[in-house]
């Protein structure tokens, strides 16, 4: 069965620190990876996409994540954290082979991220 | 572009009522997804609709009903409420319901049923 796991319900760190959210997946086949956020009292937005090619992910407001294969993770990463970064990330996999969930994509808990001045 | 706007914005209901949470996309999307979010569960799909004039269902479609009124419009219709399902709704959008494309969310409905 497919599924997405986000190991921390809440991540700290000090603004001007690097941040990394972790995710880690279970497909059948290759996968299609996600990240959003969510804002408070917000609609989730789009951030970055893996599909193929470079493992290493360029998305917006300055986020990147990394395909690993071999270790089955899509860890979101920014060197240089935010205040205006604290928000609710989430994490989403789709099964490129997956006939019967086409349309659904598979969603982590959420990690609530915390950056402190 | 207001992109997918829902209506309203809260609600509450008493248990056995019903009513229908409005979507509406102006981004030409072909594709419509209704979700659901309780704390701790991420987004959990209710029911989606490939295309106008097609609906199916999600991961957790008891309880609901959908109808994709046109192109843009995607209603979501609560029958008999029950406290089971307070909760935040959300209406998202995509170009096509391919395994690669993104979807858009509008910002939300916050239901409690008593």
């Known amino acids: 069965a497919q599924s997405v796991a986000q190991p921390e319900d809440q991540v700290n760190v000090a603004e001007g620190n690097p941040l990394t959210v972790k995710c880690t997946y279970s497909?059948?086949?290759?996968?299609?990876l996600f990240w959003y956020v969510q804002y408070p009292n917000r609609g989730l937005q789009f951030l970055l996409k893996y599909i193929t090619g470079d493992n290493l992910v360029k998305g917006s407001y300055g986020f990147e994540a990394e395909f690993n294969k071999s270790q089955t993770s899509f860890h979101l990463k920014k060197p240089s954290a935010l205040v205006s970064d604290s928000a609710l990330y989430f994490c989403?996999?789709?099964?490129?082979?997956?006939?019967?969930?086409?349309?659904?994509?598979?969603w982590g808990a959420g990690t609530k991220l915390i950056i402190k001045p | 572009n207001a992109g997918v706007t829902q209506t309203p914005k809260f609600q509450v209901l008493k248990t056995g009522q019903s009513m229908t949470l409005q979507c509406a996309q102006d981004m030409n999307h072909n594709s419509m997804y209704w979700y659901r979010q309780d704390p701790g569960m991420g987004l959990r799909l209710i029911y989606y609709?490939?295309?106008?004039?097609?609906?199916d269902k999600g991961e957790v479609p008891n309880g609901y009903n959908v109808s994709r009124l046109n192109k843009r419009e995607f209603s979501l219709r609560l029958e008999s409420a029950a406290p089971s399902q307070t909760s935040v709704y959300f209406c998202a959008s995509s170009v096509m319901s391919g395994q690669y494309n993104e979807q858009f969310f509008g910002p939300g409905t916050r239901l409690t049923v008593l």
């Open positions: 497909v059948s086949g290759n996968p299609y």
């Open positions: 609709s490939a295309s106008e004039g097609t609906t």
């Open positions: 989403a996999v789709r099964d490129k082979a997956g006939m019967d969930s086409n349309y659904q994509l598979i």
